[in-house]
């Protein structure tokens, strides 16, 4: 067993580690002195980066685990099966992350729990609380079956089983609603967001943009364990997702530029501005390039272009989410935000500790083992329903 | 009767008697802050050589209490926006969603509270005005009925044609407030917001927040549909295919 020595000090080790003692130091710091000390933010710029990165985009970046359960489960493309376990993985650690994030922006996070028993249905944010709390509950179901495995519990796990189809399609309407709320977010600021960002689209657009990094997240994700793991990489799988994220991308392209010149909002172009540019940015690197990239099959094919095309996706839907939520608010605030380093380096450990958490969860359950399942389900897809592992 | 405060810039002379009679109701230290802060809920501005005071407008369908999750921030009946603090979990999206940017937050404590101009509810509650209002001595400020004031200030609109713009700021903006500004200067030159929408600003999420109970409803039925179907479809081919002797895998 290797906890007998120490672990091998490689250069991805000291880093983290320097990283998690950072943000330890920077947590100390937020909960004893408070928000002031801790963040760059102020009266004027209530929301900094651990919403707008830390929420906004790791909820987004945890979409690929509604999208790829729905895709097995309920449209029973079960080829797909051997990548829903790490998706699955991936999703439950975001949300969690998504959760401890929060607990560090709120100004007193040990009321947390109060949307449970003070509820007020008009506000957005009361229903991004109950989606969090239910979808990490549904995502923490559909990841108990790896526990359950390794310890060998066959009760819980026939039990869990069992609840597969109803807790696959709670999550998947769960997610759709929570992915296009955090985008609902932003309707009531339609005199403070910048025109290329505010729309009465908001939600749909968030949640259509979410399917596509989902995808691509999956095709990252599934990258980075071939590498780390030496695992082979099921690239024909990837090549099909890739071509998902043409067509959820061409969609998205689509209902955006038709919305912006249905509101005037392309006239801005013209004047050179910093939202210009970002948003310029944000339209070539996540929509424009890797749809031109993707559309082309020998793009798809290649393990290197593929991952390329996926890290712009990444990119460009990243740039969004902060463009939206905080550079896009910049002007009307009158002031400037600039996260400061408390900020960055818990963000950090955030992003630090969900990667330490896949590899040790890679290590201590059967995040990749499923494949002699599937194949028993192909054999018996009488069975379907029930002998196919749950993710 | 809903109470409001009218406030006739053109009237004001500066003095800043309502900033610490502000301060003293709220038990606030006496400071000399020149804008909102945490401390400082009532404030006067020099802008284009006017005096305007900035407080909270209190909305007639405030967007800070209809976003707020835990029903914190309440309209009440009589006017006031209130804030309970006891709810409050600090999620600051009352003061994103304030048109005005108004509510402030006590940043430098450990456990901060949300901090806003709450018309003197418990004076009023007592049966008397703000003591903004009382502490007025031009009566640059006046407290009564909304409806009363309005009347007034489309008087005074009408007496004065060329000392006013003819525009009440806090009629419509909004949906309406409960703070209604007079002006010489355009409300702009005064800091106001121009580009505030008439429509009350919870409108524009309940649009869609009313969708949810259809989109679940017609999503469970879609997707449980979606996974009868295809699940079915799976049966047959594996049924036809055990029947040609050749079982064939299941996926499309």
Redesign the interface.
Known sequence: MSWRKLPRLTFWRLLLAVILATGFYSALLR???????ATA????F??GLWIGFDVLCGVGLAAGGFTLA?IV???????FQPIVRPTILTAFLGYVLVAVALLF?????Y??W??MV????????????WCVMLYLTVLALEFSPMVFERFRWQRPLRIVKALT?PMV?AG??LS??HQ?SLG??Y??????LHPYWYS?LL?VLFFVSAVGVGLAMVIFESNLSARTFGREIEMPLLADLGKGIVVVLAFYALMRFRDLASHGTLRYLREPSTETVLFVLETLLGVVVPLAFLAFRRVRDSREGLFAAAVLVIAGFLLNRLNVSITGLEA??GTHYFPKWTEVSVTLSLVGLGFLFFALAVRYFGVFGSHSAVAE???H??R??TRVHVA | MSKAILVDTTRCIGCGACVSACKEANGLPQNEDTMLTAETLNVVESRSGVFVRKFCMHCQDPACASVCPVGALRKTAVGPVIYDESRCMGCRYCMMACPFGIPRYEWKLVLPRVKKCTMCAPRQAKGLQPACTEACPVQASIFGDRDLLLGDAENRLRQNPGGYVQHIYGRDEVGGTSVLYLSAVSFEALGFPANIPHDPLPMYTYRVLSKIPNVVAVGTVLLGGIWWITKRRAEVAYAEGEEKGTPKASDS
């Not at chain 1, 489960?73 to 080829?79: A, M």
């Not at chain 1, 003070?118 to 609380?129: D, H, I, K, L």
């Not at chain 1, 309707?187 to 403070?192: A, E, N, T, Y």
């Open positions: 909960f004893t002195k408070g928000l002031g000390a933010l102020t009266d004027r209530p929301w729905a489960y309920i449209f029973h493309l079960e080829r922006d709120l100004g007193r996070p009321r947390i109060h949307p003070m509820w007020n249905p008009r506000s957005v944010m009361f229903e991004v609380a189809i399609i998947v309407l759709t609603l296009a609902s977010l309707l009531i600021v339609p005199s403070k009465p939600p009307s605030s389900a192909q054999r897809p009488k379907l329903d």
